[in-house]
């Protein structure tokens, strides 16, 4: 049942304010009277209201008021003014202090009943952008992983369904998209928060390190194991264990996670004892594992084991709407970091950002604000401010060099050549954008690359 909407008639003509409020309350309505401009104001400081009808002209004074009152007090409350024929001026001037519509005396039922219900609905849709908009903006951020892509939003919904359970998550990315905070963010707004959070580097463990690393160790069990002590996922119970760069791990140690992961007990390095373990496990690589289990490299049931939900963080450089809402995450972070303010940027420097290819992702975005904010005293950041790698990348250019040709006796493949890989530098090695610039389609260029030999 919808509730009804609260409308409010003012009008110091008793005759005309009882007929009007009986048309709504007929239409049903919820309908509140009020006879003079103080009695409405009154009433505007006093109640929620939907919609205002009012007069303009009123003995002790003007409509007007009113709808500024009202306008002040509770913008999204619609405001519909009643006029006398012939006085379009303070028709116009109610518009213009934020009167929805204008009904002129007299006017017949139907053409109060059509205003009213436009009014309504104005402000019904008024209210659900504005719910929309929050959501949007909640939706730009969550857990501290920023971004407005599409990609990045089906990146939160994927996020967000796996917070609550407890499933294995498998996060794949280039080095510096994220996969660390998105596996943080799983762990901290999740059922686990509470409980710690341990990561463990399996590339940077040594290999004869890395079992008692994980697993712990009994006195003894080795040279040097002077005393018992526990592995990270004993470390972790209760909680979550972040095992990084997973596609480095050795077939062996494969073996023995998998086995874990499916008993979820663990044995010490020399124990005898099997210990259960309570953790969400979640890893994360850089490599593709489908393919190194292709390769051999990976055990295809650990993969299939640990895959549970895949999470792929995308390359930032395919997703160019993230790196705007980014400047300014980490415009806010760096100033808090360093107590300064962030200088402002010049447009064409976010142009510059956007266009450069980010073989380091996100990671690489954040170390060069900060470049920026530590190398300059200025109050504006300028196109020349930028790292050269940044304005002019390698990849094209170093081609471009190579290419002192003659002033004469260009071919028109050399010329072309040419603007290619101009276009490519200029972009960062992007190809969509390099065919825009050059006017040519994604494949021609594509082909071309592929017919010069331009090395990406
Ligand atoms: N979407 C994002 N929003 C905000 N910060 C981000 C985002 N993605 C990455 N970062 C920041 O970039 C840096 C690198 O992220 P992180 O360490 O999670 O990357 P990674 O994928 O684990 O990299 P690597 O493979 O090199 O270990 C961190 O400071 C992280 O907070
Ligand atoms: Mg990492």
Avoid at 20 to 43: F, M, N, W
Avoid at 270 to 298: C, H, M, S, W, Y
Avoid at 324 to 329: S, T
Avoid at 408 to 428: F, H, M, N, P, Q
């Amino acid at each position: 049942m919808r509730t009804l909407a609260k409308i409010l008639v003012v009008d110091d003509g008793d005759t005309q304010r009882q007929i009007i409020s009986d048309v709504l309350t007929r239409a049903k309505y919820g309908v509140a009277q009020a006879s003079s401009t103080a009695e409405a104001i009154e009433e505007v400081t006093q109640n929620h209201l939907d919609l205002i009808i009012t007069d303009l002209k009123m003995e002790d004074g003007n409509g007007i008021d009113v709808l500024r009152e009202a306008k002040r007090l509770s913008p999204e409350t619609e405001v519909i003014v009643m006029t006398a024929y012939g006085s379009i001026e303070s028709a116009v001037e109610a518009m213009r202090e934020g009167a929805h519509d204008y009904i002129t005396k007299p006017f017949d039922k139907d053409v109060l009943l059509v205003s009213v219900q436009r009014a309504l609905e104005h402000k019904r849709l008024r209210e659900e952008n504005i719910e929309l908009r929050e959501l949007v903006e909640t939706r730009f951020t969550l857990g501290g992983i920023v971004g407005a892509s599409p990609k990045i939003q089906k990146l939160f919904r994927l996020v967000e369904r796996s917070i609550p359970v407890n499933s294995t998550v498998l996060i794949q990315g280039e080095s510096g998209t994220g996969k660390e905070l998105v596996a943080r963010s799983i762990h901290y707004n999740g059922p686990r928060k509470t409980n710690p959070f341990i990561a463990v580097n399996c590339a940077a463990v040594p290999e004869n390190l890395i079992e008692s690393e994980l697993f712990g160790h009994e006195k003894g069990a080795f040279t040097g194991a002077i005393q018992t002590k526990k592995g990270k996922f004993e470390l972790a119970d209760g909680g979550t264990i972040f095992l990084d760069e997973i596609g480095d791990m050795s077939l062996d140690l494969q073996a023995k996670l998998l086995r874990v992961l499916q008993e979820m007990q663990i044995e010490r390095v020399g124990g005898t004892e099997l210990i259960p373990i309570d953790v969400r496990v979640i890893a994360a690589t850089n490599k593709n594992l489908e393919q190194e289990v292709a390769k051999e490299q990976f055990r295809e049931d650990l993969f299939f084991r640990l895959n549970v939900i895949l999470i792929e963080i995308p390359p930032l450089r395919e997703r160019l709407e993230d790196i705007p809402p980014l400047i300014d995450h980490f415009q806010k972070k760096l100033s808090a970091k360093f107590q300064r303010k962030y200088p402002a940027m010049d447009p064409v420097v976010v142009d510059k950002l956007m266009e450069y290819y980010w073989p380091g992702n996100v990671r690489e975005l954040e170390n060069t604000l900060e470049r920026l904010l530590v190398l300059t005293d200025k109050e504006r950041i300028e196109v020349s401010d930028l790292p050269r790698n940044v304005l002019m990348p390698q990849i094209a250019t170093q081609q471009l060099e190579g290419m002192r040709l003659p002033e004469e006796g260009l071919s028109i493949e050399d010329v072309e050549k040419k603007l290619i890989c101009d276009a490519l530098a200029r972009t960062g090695g992007h190809i969509l954008k390099a065919s825009k610039l050059l006017g040519m389609t994604y494949k021609t260029l594509q082909y071309r690359i592929k017919k010069y030999d331009i090395r990406l």
